[in-house]
């Protein structure tokens, strides 16, 4: 292995030290029914995301197919195939939040950011997602920049909700 740095800027340690971090992750599961999910959330908080060498770690660790792990690496949200940046800002395009204004968000973020939902800006201050609802319909239309929660957002407001960050 190699022992430079891994690139996102959650993991500390070199690569050869996150790796032995996951090797301890996937000991403490290997046995258990069920348990790639929570190898793969300590791997994704360990390494700060899970790159095709993190998953395919997993799978011989596991000893289970590389399919079957980027496929729930592919399947669930929450987990990153890519690196993530510092804030995660998520736009709901539930019906109400759509009805409302979400699209015209959408297209102001991905203006003012360069990068569409899914991406990560260059700066890696921001990524950006769409999610299909975040739970406040009353509030529409509605986003989210880490936890916090941002009601009846309209794109005037945009610019200066991102400069809080």
Do not use: W
């Amino acid at each position: 292995m190699k022992t430079e740095t891994a690139a996102c800027a959650c993991a500390t340690g070199t690569e050869e030290q996150l790796f032995e971090r996951i090797a301890n992750a996937i000991d403490l599961y290997r046995d258990k029914e069920g348990s790639l999910i929570q190898v793969l959330h300590l791997a994704q908080e360990i390494y700060g995301y899970l790159p095709l060498k993190v998953q395919r770690f997993i799978a011989q660790g596991m000893d289970i197919p590389l399919a079957e792990v980027s496929g729930v690496v592919s399947f669930y949200s929450f987990f990153s195939p890519a690196p993530r940046g510092e804030h995660t800002i998520r736009v709901c395009l539930g019906t109400a939040c759509y009805v409302r204004g979400g699209k015209k968000i959408i297209e102001h973020l991905t203006d003012t950011l360069g990068v569409g939902p899914g991406g990560t800006t260059g700066d890696g201050k921001f990524t950006f997602e769409v999610a299909r609802c975040i739970g406040a319909c009353g509030l529409a239309p509605a986003m989210m920049i880490d936890e916090k929660v941002y009601r009846q957002v309209k794109v005037n407001k945009l610019d200066r909700i991102l400069q809080e960050y």
